[in-house]
């Protein structure tokens, strides 16, 4: 779909050479004096026009960038690995968890193992001390 | 004083857009890009360099209006002429 966007020349008297000191000391700063007139009609645009009107207005450059973006997605489509590798990630984490949360239950039940041990050993020396 | 001028391209219909609902508030478009232009040149160029060039224009539109001498001049010199 080509859309035609009408361009239209506004056009700004100044005196010469105020203008020439102007362009001279903006070329400094990499400046140019249209560029920045450029900006400053977009600052107008978004100040007065309304944002309704706005979204209207640029319609057909959404159209655009969508037809980019669903382009760009395309023949992004192949290299899919970034999404899989942050998967793959998640499922790495999901193991780590696992295998702490059954790593948990392993230590309490060695502890458990300790101290019956304990207990055990304790009972045989006072089992020992008795008969002595 | 020579004018030049500078040309900024938009499209059509948002500069339509800008005119309609800057007129609604008394706004013109373009004495607020001359305003603006004002603007840059007092934030980019030197105050020395502003001086000079408002100096010069002066000079010059002084050069180019040559004031005739006026009648009450003329009397005052020529009777301090008379006293001497």
């Known amino acids: 779909m080509s859309v035609s966007t009408e361009k239209a020349t506004l056009q700004v008297n100044f005196q010469k050479e105020k ?24 600052n107008i645009y978004e100040k007065y026009v309304p944002s309704a009107t706005r979204r209207y207005l640029e319609r057909n450059d959404n159209e655009q960038e969508s037809q ?65 | 004083m020579k004018k030049d ?26 004495d607020e890009l001359a305003e603006q232009l004002q603007k840059f040149y007092e934030k980019h160029v030197p105050v020395n360099v502003r001086e000079y060039i408002d100096e010069k224009n002066e000079e010059e539109s002084r050069a180019k209006t040559p004031r005739k001498p006026s009648k009450n001049t003329v009397v005052a010199t020529s009777t301090s002429t008379q006293q001497e």
Do not use: C, W
Request: no cysteine.
């Open chain 2, 5 to 30: 001028t500078i040309s900024v391209s938009l499209e059509a219909e948002k500069l339509r857009a800008i005119k309609k609902y800057m007129e609604k508030k008394e706004i013109d478009v373009q």
């Open chain 1, 19 to 42: 203008l020439e000191a102007l362009r001279f000391y903006m070329n400094e700063k990499d400046l140019t004096v249209e560029g920045e007139l450029q900006k400053h009609i977009s």
């Open chain 1, 68 to 132: 980019r973006e669903t382009t760009v997605s395309i023949s992004e489509s192949p290299s899919d690995a970034t999404p899989r590798a942050t998967s793959n990630r998640g499922r790495r984490r999901t193991e780590r968890v696992q295998s702490e949360q059954t790593e948990v239950p392993a230590e309490t039940i060695n502890s458990e193992e300790i101290e019956e041990s304990q207990e055990q050993t304790e009972d045989e020396n006072q089992g020992m001390v008795m008969s002595m």
